[in-house]
């Protein structure tokens, strides 16, 4: 099994000191995200084929990925860098600081660990189009190099990010908007060939609706590019989240509202108090990294 770590929350950034813990220990207890049971994940030994990171922040988790590797266990960083205006994201590491430690982390692990997320795409009075490819294309330029793929998506708007895209565009008077789909194409079109010319795939997350010329569905959950860096295949099928994902079957091992990074357009999290309270009351010697709801 690949495990996750995790969708649902920054571990890396905010976490680290419960993963080890739980790595150490060979397994976690996860909450149900539904209301079900909790339930065990193993984190280590014979069933436990890998793990996905998501983060913006790899700097406090730099021992913990050094003991998942010295266990003979590869691993993939979904690494998220958008440089978006701070009313967008309140408390995310500058553009500059993720790209060093991506450049680290291709130079420790190889290229095939990191994959860059230029994720989600918001349209907004401070992020219009023309911001989407000025800033991909000196991001990629950064990173040309370093990684061999970016994953992009547009925003998916539920309707707790209406509500916090909403106040966010009051507090700050900016307007934002939920483009229509010849809009994202043409974006796309526009920014695949940017990704190209930077050595990298433009892999598109979940949106099956979309596909202009230079893109192909993303595997954020890449079977295959772990099999790259444990030198051996890894079987795993196919099994999405939801239409169109691509992604290979896992066990997420985070928890909703527990992120603190601040970024408006989040659909993990209800609001940042709320996921500032849970990360102040987080305990990093318990099975779980937070309760259920």
Known sequence: MIVSASYRTDIPAFYGRWFRARFAAGWCRVANPYGGRPYEVALRGPGVDGYVFWTRNTAPFAE?????????????????VTAYPRP??????????????MRQLAARYGPRAVVWRYDPILLTD?????????????????????????????????????????????????AWRDAELEERRDILAGLAPIAGENGMALTLCT??????????????????????????????????????????????????DTCPHGCVYCYAVRSRD?????????????PMLAPGP
């Open 64 to 80: 913990a990925l050094a003991e998942v590797r010295s266990a003979g266990l590869p691993f993939v960083v979904q690494f998220t």
């Open 88 to 101: 967008l994201e309140t408390a995310v590491m500058d553009a500059e600081r993720a790209v060093a430690q």
């Open 126 to 174: 401070l992020t219009p189009p023309g911001f989407h490819r000025e800033t991909l294309a000196r991001l990629a330029g950064a990173l040309r190099g370093i990684t061999d793929e970016v994953v992009v998506s547009f925003a998916n708007i539920y309707r707790k990010t209406r509500r916090n895209l909403d106040i966010a565009a009051h507090r700050h008077g900016f």
């Open 207 to 256: 949106q099956p609706t979309l596909d202009p010329p230079g893109t192909a569905p993303a595997a954020c959950v890449d079977a295959g590019r772990l099999s790259d860096m444990a030198g051996r295949p890894i079987a795993a099928r196919t099994k999405g989240n939801r239409p169109g994902c691509f992604c290979a079957e896992s066990r997420d091992i985070g928890a909703y």
């Open 274 to 286: 709320v996921a500032r309270r849970a990360h102040k009351a987080h305990d990093p010697a318990a």
